[in-house]
């Protein structure tokens, strides 16, 4: 039986794993934490008892790969899935605006939607929709080196547009500032949520925390196919002769029983246990995401999510007691005390919601300084394919050439990848 190590348990990693696994291949992950998950993963609050995530993640109906993946792993019923796209945005004194598709066919269904929603006046609606017809046909050609701002303004989209429509979904989707990210991004993006199928633009939530919504089923998954995974092990160097990989250093022994190794740790890992590896012109730069978990005496909101418009608070999540803000493209505030960081959000939530401070019982603020990178026009050519100049080394992880930005879908897709590459390698079958 082949032996793949995998380097790695987030999102990626445990892809590549299961994958590998149902093809026959034996696969060991390697996680320097005590736990899967890597960038995705949940916890106990001490305080109140309540597992929350290191920050909220939605998926959308678009995320073909990570649904493929879920089902394969039987994680499937841990998911909330939307009967029919609808996002409640605000404005303040919680003016609420709700951009919901309606009972007709696809696309008509997402038209009707968007002419109805009134957060923007009519004629903002049409512009909006005079661009999105024409995004499938859009040439990339034409975007060359434009920012997602730079393209909206070319196209006509005024400033309202932008902040109550295209901001939230490109904030929502890329991370990061629509000055710094590319608008092929954007533009790929578009035509996965608004033009491949009915369910596409659908947003779907875990039902629990992360941990036990993908990595407790991939986890069971692995092991049930005689996978092991050793966790709290560093690898640290790699040794190689011509074009293979002989053998992994780790915090604990090296290790030369394979015949493949992956690895699925972010850029910024694996150039420091295998520097040279890549020939990249530019690092990758990061944006942060801070989460604030907030528990509440009294919470009369009634929608489970918001979109807020005009605030640097972008979403706002109702889980009852508990409510969860994500602050998407948080490099400013990263460095602010938890406090400063409360006390900005909650003058927000005033501003836009009738919740009061004085209901607050508790609050946890996270902060993940590099959540995901950002999709600038620079990185587009330089992010690297899975396979590398060595025959028996592959790699993974959300930062390569999938085409997507840092998202779940694109480490699911390059764990796919990077074990499509091994099993095609070794001659057999995928699934
Ligand atoms: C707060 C937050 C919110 C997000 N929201 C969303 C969202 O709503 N929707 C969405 O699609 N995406 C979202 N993302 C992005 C998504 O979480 C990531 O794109 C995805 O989890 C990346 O997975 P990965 O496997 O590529 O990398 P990682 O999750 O970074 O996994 C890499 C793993 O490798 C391990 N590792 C590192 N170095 C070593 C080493 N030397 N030896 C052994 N192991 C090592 C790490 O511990 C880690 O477990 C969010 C991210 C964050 C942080």
């Given at each position: 039986?082949?032996?793949?190590?995998?380097?790695?348990?987030?999102?990626?990693?445990?892809?590549?794993?299961?994958?590998?696994?149902?093809?026959g291949i034996q696969v060991e992950i390697i996680e320097s934490s005590p736990k899967l998950g890597g960038r995705a993963y949940?916890?106990?609050?001490?305080i109140t008892g309540t597992v929350i995530?290191?920050?909220?993640?939605?998926?959308?109906?678009?995320?073909?790969?990570?649904?493929?993946?879920?089902?394969?792993?039987?994680?499937?019923?841990?998911?909330?899935?939307?009967?029919?796209?609808?996002?409640?945005?605000?404005?303040?004194?919680?003016?609420?605006?709700?951009?919901?598709?309606?009972?007709?066919?696809y696309p008509l269904n997402l038209i009707l939607g968007l002419l109805r929603y009134n957060a923007i006046k009519f004629s903002e609606r049409i512009k909006i929709l005079s661009l999105l017809i024409k995004i499938p046909f859009y040439s990339v050609k034409k975007l060359q080196n434009l920012s997602v701002n730079d393209w909206l303004i070319k196209e006509k989209q005024s400033e309202d547009i932008r902040k109550a429509f295209w901001d939230i979904i490109a904030v929502g989707t890329l991370n990061c500032n629509t000055k710094d990210?590319?608008?092929v991004y954007f533009l790929h993006i578009l035509?996965?949520?608004?033009?491949?199928?009915?369910?596409?633009?659908k947003i779907i939530l875990p039902a629990y925390g992360l941990t036990e919504t993908f990595c407790n089923h991939a986890e069971k998954f692995i092991i049930d196919y005689d996978g092991t995974i050793s966790f709290s092990e560093n690898i640290i160097s790699l040794k190689s002769n011509n074009d293979t990989i002989t053998e992994l250093v780790s915090s604990k022994r090296n290790i030369s029983d394979f015949d493949y190794v992956i690895s699925s740790v972010p850029i910024v890992e694996l150039v420091k246990f295998f520097p040279g590896i890549l020939k990249l012109k530019e690092i990758l730069n990061f944006s942060s995401i801070v989460s604030v978990h907030i528990w509440l005496n009294d919470n009369n909101l009634e929608k489970t999510f918001f979109a807020?418009?005009?605030?640097?608070?972008?979403?706002?999540?109702?889980?009852?007691?508990?409510?969860?803000?994500?602050?998407?493209?948080?490099?400013?505030?990263?460095?602010?005390?938890?406090?400063?960081?409360?006390?900005?959000?909650?003058?927000?939530?005033?501003?836009?919601t009738p919740l009061k401070k004085e209901t607050v019982k508790h609050y946890k603020v996270i902060k993940e300084k590099r959540a995901t990178f950002i999709p600038s026009n620079s990185i587009q050519n330089e992010r690297p394919d899975s396979k590398t100049r060595f025959k028996n080394f592959y790699l993974a992880g959300d930062w390569i050439n999938t085409g997507l930005p840092s998202t779940i879908e694109s480490a699911v897709l390059s764990g796919k990848i990077a074990a499509y590459e091994i099993i095609s390698s070794s001659n057999r079958e995928l699934f």
């Open positions: 039986m082949k032996k793949c190590l995998i380097i790695g348990g987030g999102i990626a990693g445990l892809t590549s794993a299961a994958y590998l696994s149902k093809a949940s916890f106990k609050d001490n995530d290191n920050g909220q993640h939605i998926l959308m109906g678009c995320y073909i790969e990570t649904l493929k993946f879920i089902k394969m792993i039987k994680a499937e019923d841990n998911l909330i899935y939307q009967k029919k796209l609808c996002i409640n945005f605000l404005k303040p004194q919680f003016q609420i605006f709700q951009l919901k598709s309606i009972r007709l066919f990210a590319s608008s035509k996965k949520i608004f033009f491949s199928g009915h369910s596409s633009a807020l418009i005009g605030s640097k608070v972008h979403w706002i999540f109702n889980h009852g007691s508990h409510l969860t803000i994500v602050i998407s493209d948080a490099n400013e505030l990263i460095n602010m005390s938890s406090d400063k960081i409360f006390s900005f959000v909650i003058n927000e939530i005033e501003f836009y």
